[in-house]
Nanobody
Framework: QVQLVESGGGLVQAGGSLRLSCEASGRTFGDRSMGWFRQAPGTEREFVAA????????YYADSVKGRFTISRDNAKNTVYLQMNSLKPEDTAVYYCAATVPFTVSIRQYDLWGQGTQVTVSS
């Protein structure tokens, strides 16, 4: 069974850092673009970052640009999201997802993890 499993969420103070991981199992994901999305209570799920299958290209939401970095290790079937200078408004459930095209469009992602909670206290 193909699945994505996120880890690394938790509670952190404003200004702190966390690194999220998303491990894919059941098949290799070296040919898929990967993305991170987040959803805060009462809001729609939103794009955070995406990385191409090769890792050579990345997109970021304006709200996280310069603070978050997406990366991947295809040998480990894992994608990461390094989050620095965290703000209370970054509090959300963070999801990783896989897709074929390199895109920021949430509708084109067809495989999702279960999510990991990130809470940033002020």
């Amino acid at each position: 069974q193909v699945q994505l499993v996120e880890s690394g969420g938790g509670l952190v103070q404003a200004g702190g850092s966390l690194r999220l991981s998303c491990e894919a199992s059941g098949r290799t994901f070296g040919d898929r673009s990967m993305g991170w999305f987040r959803q805060a209570p009462g809001t729609e799920r939103e794009f955070v970052a995406a990385i191409s299958w090769s890792g050579d290209s990345a997109y970021y939401a304006d709200s996280v640009k310069g603070r978050f970095t997406i990366s991947r290790d295809n040998a480990k079937n894992t994608v990461y999201l390094q989050m620095n200078s965290l703000k209370p408004e970054d509090t959300a459930v963070y999801y990783c997802a896989a897709t074929v095209p390199f895109t920021v469009s949430i509708r084109q992602y067809d495989l999702w993890g279960q999510g990991t909670q990130v809470t940033v206290s002020s």
